[in-house]
């Protein structure tokens, strides 16, 4: 009965405890935290600075049961302990229990941490000794802090006068410390310093150190007290997690033993054998030079235990067992990778230091499957040694390499093989991808070798394994594992074409939606609703032949590239009939989504300086390859005063090529199209400009237009019955949009025409006059050598990161990948002047998105990489959004979907200059 009564207090406590955390959680209230600078306990003291460390986490997981919201105020210790008396700040971590303090500050019942204190000497100190009385007016360095008491407590013990001396920060400890302006440094034991000059002398003391809240917030004390009584229940071992996490590594743990000391002073370099063609462990890139986890890793532990990198030689080895032979041969100290547990490395003759990595492994067979013959790489014995561990029965049959093993399986030459978790990315590649793979329970170790005996060298690799933490090497892995998989475009488009097709469909009947749903908000006449709402139904009529043709030909030579894969001339014919064909459905969803932005208003101009004649040239070298293929023969005449004036280049092309366009069309083979530029001089003045009339005149003697479609021809959705025969014929939308872009330019069109005669259009376009020098143009991407120009790219959806990649590569870029803003910006700061060319940043990123990153960059005190050329991409690079691109200091822009001309167009000039 008493055990029953205990377990409904218990469950009533956590009941009770919930709910007044839920409901403080809810009230989201704002807390104002102390936060001084303290490495490891926690860091990024000042605004805008990124925050980290044991105490800042702790914050956050306290957030979690309180709905805590902090506001930080900055300083150091003693200035922030001061305003926490004052009642102006709510929180300050990190403080001793003392009686004194207890009617000044308030503790919660349990701590946060614990923490030892050790006494610090300079290594060159042959004075003092680990017997006490040695302290004897030295002088000792301290942080202000709950140390200070401590440490005069243990001097007060052992009867020694000594001179303490305390200091505010740690800058100036560690500066007094170096300058030997002090003879010791009294600091926790915990965290990663940095500090080679400084020897290990002895343990002073321990205390715990808790969250202390401001006398005036006794509400903040219980939801304290109540969260860390709910996080012990439900998160018993988080305290623990986080210390690991945090002091895997220690001050003292820089004091190395006797044997390591002899090993270092008899042994001017590291000799390291590593195992070959073993990414991402091990292996030799394209120059020669060692690559992988055990470059990375030694190089960093290296800087931890205060060695020279240059001390470092490194020596392949193309099987494991040529590997151990060699260290035993004394060719090398050290070996890497080694696994397969104690036995077999005591059957080999060595020492296994502790893990520097684990990871899973796979099981890999075809369906159906046994598992009792095993595909072996014969030069990796570690794969043998855990098939003989986990599959004593099985037989082993081995091969060249992995390849041959996953190509063994698949001839059905072996039942399965094995391949390790951190190279799993190799069964993505399309030959692997039927293989039926499991995860195995057991994971496999991968430590380093010495020979059995070299207890220095042993002692030294373990101590830097813990100095650079458990995910050290896991993260290092992750830079090499996409070096296993090779994704080609044809992967693409067969592993996602239900999803790309979804994709378009989706997009499409979207934008049908929203126009049809606009249209039906119109508050026209009853006529004119009636007349729209036919012409549309006409326009979704005639709309699904036309969706239904490129459509119905993406899918059919999707299907025939499918079945001949293996043929390169088909295949590449078939991909380009599905490329004509894409960019044809997307010339058809931009004209609905223009007809849509321009009814909605939401379209913006540019005013762009531009030179006719030169323009007018551009537009007849784009219908050149057209004009050809009918023999055509297109009159330009030109009649103008002042070539050079302002408009929207884009918009202005737009509605040439529209309406050139159809002349071409709708002109039979041999015929005649007429182009001719008229000024009319007018002394109307634009803010102080010049100001002209403009008619474009386009006449073609093609096949013309009824009367009857002359009367609808700009309306939206229509289409002339005499053309329906046409082919190519349009949707309808071109000339409507065109009529609305001059509008909006502030001028008119008007058509005559004549069936079996031909068509007039007369383009009136107010223009402003300008002066400024026609520049050459620029050399085209053709004459640019992109060879070793480094591109950023920014983006987070992996299928675009792989086009992109793709894409520039083919050009000859060199390509990195940052996944958010966050991390683009990251890369910028730490690399090298100069080492980017160019950043193609994507504007929706998470994290922070891309115009945050832009800004960030551009505030880059380092002036060379704050002018870094930006270019943006983005799926909505108009009116408000383009003038955000160039606000945040953006240099260009590029609009989704583009194909590999318009990337390069986008970046050609900017990477070029």
């Not at 207090?9 to 807390?31: D, G, S, T």
Request: with cysteine; proline share 2%.
């Amino acid at each position: 009965m008493k055990l029953f009564n205990r377990i409904i207090f218990v469950l009533f406590c956590i009941f009770f405890i919930n709910f007044n955390v839920c409901y403080a959680e809810n009230q989201q209230k704002k807390v104002i935290v102390g936060y001084y600078e303290n490495e490891v306990f926690q860091e990024g003291a000042e605004a805008g600075a990124v925050k980290r460390g044991y105490a800042y986490e702790y914050y956050q997981k306290l957030s979690e049961y309180t709905g805590w919201k902090y506001e930080y105020v900055y300083g150091n210790f003693s200035e922030l302990y001061n305003l926490l008396l004052e009642g102006k700040i709510d929180l300050l971590a990190g403080l001793a229990r003392k009686k004194e303090r207890e009617s000044l500050i308030s503790y919660p019942d349990f701590p946060m941490g614990v923490e030892k204190y050790v006494l610090l000497k300079h290594s060159q100190d042959s004075e003092i000794t680990n017997d006490i009385q040695s302290l004897r007016n030295k002088k000792i360095g301290v942080l202000e802090s709950a140390m200070v008491d401590s440490l005069k407590n243990y001097l007060a013990g052992g009867k020694v006068s000594a001179f303490v001396e305390t200091f505010a920060s740690y800058d100036e400890l560690f500066a007094a410390f170096y300058d030997k302006r002090i003879d010791l440094l009294a600091t926790e034991g915990d965290g990663t310093y940095g500090k080679h000059d400084a020897e290990l002398l002895c343990y002073f003391g321990s205390t715990d150190y808790f969250l202390c809240v401001s006398k005036k917030r006794a509400d903040l004390l219980k939801q304290l007290n109540q969260a860390q009584i709910l996080m012990d229940i439900e998160e018993p071992n988080y305290l623990s997690n986080l210390r690991s996490k945090y002091y895997h590594s220690t001050v003292s743990g820089r004091a190395l033993t006797d044997a390591e000391k002899n090993w270092i002073e008899n042994h001017p370099l590291l000799r390291v054998g590593y195992l070959e063609n073993y990414i991402p462990y091990s292996g030799t890139d394209s120059k020669g030079d060692v690559t992988g986890i055990v470059k990375d890793v030694l190089s960093r532990m290296a800087g931890r235990l205060g060695l020279s990198e240059k001390a470092l030689v490194y020596l392949s080895y193309d099987n494991y067992y040529e590997m151990i032979e060699a260290m035993s041969r004394n060719e090398v100290d050290v070996v890497f990778p080694v696994g397969g547990g104690l036995y077999y490395s005591e059957q080999n003759g060595i020492y296994q230091s502790l893990p520097l990595i684990q990871s899973s492994v796979y099981l890999v067979s075809q369906p159906k499957s046994g598992n009792d013959v095993f595909a072996v790489n014969k030069n990796n014995a570690m794969q043998a040694y855990y098939i003989k561990t986990y599959f004593p029965d099985a037989k082993i049959v081995e091969f060249d390499s992995i390849d041959e093993c996953l190509k063994a399986v698949a001839k059905g030459l072996a039942d399965c093989t094995t391949v390790n978790g951190l190279r799993s990315d190799i069964l993505r590649n399309r030959e692997y991808k039927k293989f039926f793979v499991r995860q195995l329970t057991s994971t496999d170790s991968r430590c380093f070798g010495v020979n059995i005996g070299n207890e220095g060298l042993l002692k030294l690799l373990n101590r830097g394994i813990n100095m650079v933490g458990a995910d050290s090497a896991q993260n290092f892995a992750y830079r090499y594992t996409e070096k296993l998989y090779s994704y080609r475009i044809s992967d693409f488009l067969l592993d996602h074409i239900g999803l790309v097709i979804l994709t378009i469909l989706a997009v499409l009947f979207t934008a049908i939606y929203f126009i049809v749903r606009d249209a039906n908000h119109s508050k026209k006449a009853l006529v004119a609703v009636e007349s729209a709402n036919k012409a549309k139904t006409l326009f979704l009529d005639n709309m699904s032949y036309d969706i239904q043709t490129p459509m119905n030909s993406i899918i059919g030579f999707t299907s025939l590239a499918a079945a001949n894969i293996n043929r390169k001339e088909k295949l590449l014919d078939y991909l380009k009939q599905i490329t004509v064909s894409s960019e044809h459905l997307f010339a058809i969803i931009n004209n609905i989504l223009d007809i849509s932005r321009i009814e909605s208003q939401t379209v913006f101009l540019n005013e762009d300086e531009i030179n006719l004649p030169l323009f007018m040239e551009d537009i007849t070298a784009i219908l050149s390859q057209s004009l050809r293929e009918k023999n055509l023969d297109l009159t330009f005449n030109q009649n103008i005063a002042n070539p050079n004036v302002k408009t929207d280049k884009l918009r202005l092309q737009q509605v040439l090529l529209n309406i050139l366009g159809n002349a071409i069309k709708f002109t039979p083979y041999g015929g005649k199209i007429y182009l001719t530029i008229k000024e009319h001089t007018s002394e109307e003045k634009i803010d102080s400009e010049p100001k002209s009339l403009f008619e474009i005149i386009i006449k073609d003697n093609g096949i013309g237009m009824s009367e009857e479609f002359l009367n609808v021809i700009f309306q939206p959705f229509v289409r002339d019955k005499s053309g329906l025969n046409q082919k190519g014929q349009g949707s309808g939308l071109g000339l409507a949009i065109s009529k609305r872009i001059v509008n909006l330019m502030g001028g008119d069109i008007f058509v005559t025409s004549k069936e079996g005669v031909g068509s007039e259009f007369v383009i009136e376009l107010p223009l402003t006059i300008c002066n400024f020098a026609v520049l050459q143009d620029e050399k085209n991407a053709d004459g640019v050598d992109f060879s070793g120009k480094r591109v950023l790219v920014c983006e987070d959806v992996e299928t675009n990161q792989i086009i992109i990649r793709d894409m520039l590569e083919n050009s000859g870029f060199l390509v990195e990948l940052a996944r958010d803003g966050v991390e683009a910006v990251e890369k910028v700061r730490l690399n090298p002047e100069n080492y980017y060319d160019v950043i193609l940043m994507e504007t929706k990123l998470p994290v922070i998105d891309g115009y945050e990153a832009a800004r960030q960059i551009r505030a880059l005190t380092d002036q060379t990489k704050a002018m870094l050329p930006i270019v943006a991409v983005s799926s909505n690079a108009y009116g408000d959004d383009r003038a955000k691109i160039f606000e945040c200091g953006m240099n260009a822009f590029l609009t989704k979907p583009f194909n590999i001309p318009s990337l390069i167009n986008a970046i050609k000039g900017l990477v070029a200059n």
